[in-house]
T-cell receptor
């Protein structure tokens, strides 16, 4: 089954304790992305990756790191979590069409990771 | 990014058609219109997309106005499982793919009554 998986699904941690949220997709997609969802603010993009070893900042990258060493995995790293990073996080992937006009590519989202930083 | 406007909420009855409107008066000629939905406690899922012509798939239909300044997502026969937040999103078709992203607004919260 084609899917995007995230782990853990729920996490409660304390300020300053480094954590990693994993994301994996089995569709051989080039493009992967992380979003956070907060009440009243909707979903906002944190980082994205066009392919292995190619990453770039989204709209709200502060306090986050990512890496893309393998095509299927795109972990989100919080080096020193703070309470304002308490949120619902979604990983997504899509096929990266070549050239212009391929923005129709369907984006697949993971089930979400609910993070609470105390 | 071109902006979309959707009603905050809508309500319908099970087994009836639902028409979800979206206004995008500043849409450019190369912008695609996408619809995603987010069911409770789940990640967003793709529903349908289009550029100029009306589109149909197994989930829904997308009706695009001739001037492209508005569109309507049509659920032909709503079920309880269709209760979700529906997002209308534009992406620029003239932007190199890597810069493409989905910009989610507040969407329309659809309630389906049994």
């Amino acid at each position: 089954e084609a899917q995007v998986t995230q782990n853990p699904r729920y996490l409660i941690t304390v300020t300053g304790k480094k954590l990693t949220v994993t994301c994996s997709q089995n569709m051989n997609h080039e493009y992967m992305s992380w979003y956070r969802q907060d009440p009243g603010l909707g979903l906002r993009q944190i980082y994205y990756s066009m392919n292995v070893e190619v990453t770039d900042k989204g709209d709200v990258p502060e306090g986050y790191k990512v890496s893309r060493k393998e095509k299927r995995n795109f972990p989100l790293i919080l080096e020193s979590p703070s309470p304002n990073q308490t949120s619902l996080y979604f990983c997504a992937s899509r096929f990266e069409g070549t050239g212009v006009g391929s923005s129709y590519n369907e984006q697949f989202f993971g089930p979400g990771t609910r993070l609470t930083v105390l | 990014d071109a902006k979309t406007t959707q009603p905050n909420s809508m309500e319908s009855n099970e087994e009836e058609p639902v028409h979800l409107p979206c206004n995008h008066s500043t849409i450019s000629g190369t912008d695609y219109i996408h619809w995603y939905r987010q069911l409770p406690s789940q990640g967003p899922e793709y529903v349908i997309h289009g550029l100029t012509s009306n589109v149909n798939n197994r989930m829904a239909s997308l009706a695009i106005a001739e001037d492209r300044k508005s569109s309507t997502l049509i659920l032909h026969r709503a079920t309880l499982r269709d209760a979700a937040v529906y997002y209308c999103i534009l992406t620029g078709g003239d932007i190199i793919q890597g810069a493409q992203k989905l910009v989610f607004g507040q969407g329309t919260r659809l309630t389906i009554n049994p």
